[in-house]
């Protein structure tokens, strides 16, 4: 059974780092480009980034880029995304989805439970 | 502002159908297919409806969706108390090179 199981949720402080994790299981970890999406508080999905643990080749949405960081570990297979500086503007829902079909053309077709991660003073 | 359109809310009776639209452009809908995510109150989302039209295995067959140019549907048939969620429609954009999604519909079973 594919699985994909994420860290919990997390209260920070504006400016600390964060690092939030996806344990892949069930399947081929590395055969798979696997991406996060974010959900705001009563807001939709937006489409943050991907990596293909492979090889690491990893893409971001332009709204994300040089923001957040995304990465990989194939040996755990476990994907991550991670913070330097948060901003109370990163308070919300992360979740964690498998990319599957034509490439170019991917839909998700397993998401992980959520990360909700709140970020206040 | 979400790159594609979708209606905020619609809303019917148990047991009859209900449609909700997603309007696009020829960068994503236009030129790649359409798929549709469920979220229930409270939940991650899940896969409803795969390149246009396919059911994932598991799905009720009351699901079925279609796409004509730069829009698509996403029909529910049989509405049940348990079809009130989110519905977000999603598209590859070959101009971002990623995924873009509506902005979500809420489904009310009256």
């Known amino acids: 059974e594919v699985q994909l199981v994420q860290s919990g949720a997390e209260v920070k402080k504006p400016g600390e780092s964060l690092k939030i994790s996806c344990k892949g299981s069930g399947y081929s970890f590395t055969s798979y480009w696997i991406g996060w999406v974010r959900q705001m508080p009563g807001k939709g999905l937006e489409w943050m980034g991907i990596i293909y643990p492979g090889d690491s080749d990893t893409r971001y949405s332009p709204s994300f880029q040089g923001q957040v960081t995304i990465s990989a570990d194939k040996s755990i297979s476990t994907a991550y995304l991670q913070w330097s500086s948060l901003k109370a503007s990163d308070t919300a829902m992360y979740y964690c989805?498998?990319?599957?079909?034509?490439?170019?053309?991917?839909?998700?077709?397993?998401w992980g439970q959520g990360t909700l991660v709140t970020v206040s003073s | 502002q979400s790159v594609l359109t979708q209606p905020p809310s619609v809303s019917e009776a148990p047991r009859q159908r209900v449609t909700i639209s997603c309007s696009g452009s020829?960068?994503?809908?236009?030129?790649?297919?359409v798929n549709w995510y469920q979220q229930l109150p409270g939940k991650a989302p899940k896969l409803l409806i795969y390149?246009?039209?396919l059911l994932p295995s598991g799905v009720s067959d009351r699901f079925s969706g279609s796409k004509s140019g730069t829009s698509a549907s996403l029909a529910i048939s049989g509405l049940q108390s348990e079809d009130e969620a989110d519905y977000y429609c999603?598209?590859?954009?070959?101009?971002?090179?990623?995924?873009?999604f509506g902005g979500g519909t809420k489904l009310t079973v009256l």
């Open positions: 020829s960068s994503n809908i236009g030129n790649n297919a």
């Open positions: 999603a598209a590859w954009d070959d101009r971002l090179n990623g995924p873009v």
């Open positions: 390149y246009d039209d």
């Open positions: 989805v498998r990319h599957s079909g034509r490439s170019g053309d991917y839909y998700f077709d397993y």
